[in-house]
């Protein structure tokens, strides 16, 4: 059974840091293409940030600059470190996979989801 269990989000005032976790069970496969997605209230998931072993990391252009992927494949944990978060970075973080070896911030090609992680940003 695939897990993907999401942790590190809380609530920060503007200009803090946070790191989020996600940790990986039930999937094995010669690469992964892995994501951060963010859904505020009303509004439509949107990509965060994407990474696989051969193809790197990819940004959307609200985060680049200031979040940074990466993965711990001895841990099967991947991580996203939010620096100078702003009010509008507040939603609901979550972690997904697919077996894949491009990146790419398109919901749609993910298989995989966690329940995610509530960040809260106050001015």
């Known amino acids: 059974q695939v897990q993907l269990v999401e942790s590190g989000g809380g609530s920060v005032q503007a200009g803090g840091s946070l790191r989020l976790s996600c940790v990986v069970s039930g999937i094995t496969a010669s690469s992964l293409r892995m994501g951060w997605f963010r859904q505020a209230p009303g509004k439509e998931r949107e990509g965060v940030a994407s990474?696989?072993?051969?193809?790197?990391?990819l940004y959307a252009d609200s985060a680049k600059g200031r979040f940074t992927i990466s993965q711990d494949n001895a841990k099967r944990t991947l991580y996203l470190q939010m620096n100078s978060l702003k009010p509008e970075d507040t939603a609901r973080y979550l972690c997904a996979a697919a077996v894949a070896y491009s990146s790419t911030l398109e919901p749609r090609w993910y298989t995989y989801w966690g329940q995610g992680t509530q960040v809260t940003v106050s001015s």
């Open positions: 990474i696989t072993s051969s193809d790197g990391a």
